[in-house]
């Protein structure tokens, strides 16, 4: 009978234990990805660099930044999206990775313009250089980045 009782309670201990760690599986958030987290940090890059040149006389605090971004733009370059990863066609996945490394590059220069800018101390210049580079993020968002 005690028995019984240990077995039925253990059991009911074990589903409890398998729906809670289901249920928390679902909702836990998911850690992001290596390319991610370099996006996450061109992103905050970004933020820096547009809240310094709001101050002209301040623009050379915005280089350490836009080497922030150069270095995130780096570690994007070396990754693959997994939108890219996942096709099955090698000719695609190929032709996919080539136009994903190509924009990234095309970032890259918009970084390296924002720098010069920055080092020649014109705010106006590096603004426009960011705004290119804001383009390329809603091409490569739309073509690369999961809905
Ligand atoms: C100034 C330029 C850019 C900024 C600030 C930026 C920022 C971000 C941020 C904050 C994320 C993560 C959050 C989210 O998914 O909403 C992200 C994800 C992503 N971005 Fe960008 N991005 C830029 C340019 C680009 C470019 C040029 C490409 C492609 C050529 C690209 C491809 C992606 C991809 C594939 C993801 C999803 C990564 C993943 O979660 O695995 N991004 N980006």
Redesign the pocket.
């Known amino acids: 009978m005690l028995s019984s009782k240990l077995l039925i309670s253990s059991v009911a201990v074990l589903a409890l234990l398998g729906f809670s760690s289901a249920v928390l599986g679902s909702v836990a958030p998911q850690s ?5 987290t370099s ?2 940090e ?5 933020k820096s660099i547009q809240a310094t040149l709001k101050t002209p006389a301040e623009i050379s605090k915005a280089l350490p930044e836009v080497w922030k ?1 150069q270095r995130a ?1 780096l570690d ?1 370059k070396s ?1 693959l ?4 990863t996942d096709l099955t066609d090698e000719k695609a996945k190929a032709k996919a990775g080539l ?3 190509t ?2 590059q ?2 890259m220069r ?2 390296l313009d924002v720098e010069s800018a920055v080092l020649a101390g014109d705010a106006k210049k590096a603004e426009k250089a ?1 705004r290119a ?2 383009n ?2 809603s ?3 739309g ?4 809905q």
């Open positions: 992001p990805s290596k390319l991610g996006m996450e061109i992103g905050a890059a970004v971004a733009v994007a990754e999206p997994k939108l890219v136009e994903y490394r924009q990234m095309d970032l918009a970084f960011l580079a804001d390329l993020k091409g490569g968002h073509k690369f980045r999961p």
